[in-house]
């Protein structure tokens, strides 16, 4: 318990020591404006840890509560529009690619958003006291089920299609995806063994949001002009696949490479 109270103390202290640079530099860099929303995303983070712990070292624990749920939520809310926000990033310059890549991201939410709800009904082991938290709980675990799918789909079509990402794009899918993965294995881990180890993964996952935040700030201070050194398609024949798939699903295209026999 007392290692659990300090941890507590050094996680909340350590992601404001981390949130405020990330904030600093997203400014001086005029990455705010390349990235509007997950600018909101990270001032919202920096704001409401601010306030709860405040509310844990000077109000009684239920307002530490309340309000550390309220926050989780609009977090989450937020991260989801990040995700919308780095796909429009990673396929601005290509419409017709990006319409296809749109399709399917959506047919996979719509999978996992199944897959969570069958988790929900059949694997349904988390019971606490209130049984509004028992639903919050497993609500989260719903949301984080279908933002980290949604972030292995953003991955895998941009290794299929050969796309380069810019640094800081890149590390913000990064930082969610890895967030996103331990968000959910400590919900499953304390779901299975309950109160005996809620207090350890409170720990985990507070020590896993400092990291992610750590992976957004260092990938926010390298090169703007900077790229993920991947395989990726010459442009033009990116081009040419996105001007085919434009065609192909019936959009006006304004490609300036010419089409075949011409």
Known sequence: ????????????????????????????????RQTPVFFCYVASDTFG???????????PPGWYWIGAW?????????????????????????????????????WAAVLLALVALITLVFFH????????????????????????????????LSRYLHLRWKNFVF???????????????????????GQMLAGTMNVVGDGSYCLSVLIWLVYALQPEVATIPVVSLPSHELEKWDLALSRLLGYPTSSSIPAAGK
């Open 49 to 59: 840890i601010f306030a709860i712990y405040m509310f844990a070292l000077l109000l």
């Open 171 to 193: 590390g913000i899918a990064l930082g969610f995806g890895f967030y996103a993965l331990m968000s959910l294995a400590t919900s499953v881990i304390r779901a299975h063994y």
């Open 125 to 156: 082991e988390m019971v606490y006291t209130t049984s509004v938290l028992t639903a919050l709980t497993m609500i989260d675990r719903c949301l984080r089920v279908i933002q980290l799918g949604l972030i292995l789909v953003l991955f895998a």
């Open 70 to 106: 309220i926050q989780n939520e609009v977090a989450i809310v937020l991260a989801f529009a990040t995700i919308v926000e780095v796909f429009s990033k990673l396929f601005s310059s290509y419409a017709g690619i990006r319409r296809l890549a749109r399709n399917v991201m959506l």
């Open 1 to 32: 318990m007392l290692f659990q109270r300090i941890m507590f103390h050094v996680n909340h202290v350590l992601a404001i020591g981390l949130l405020v640079p990330l904030v600093i530099t997203m400014l001086r860099k005029n990455l705010h």
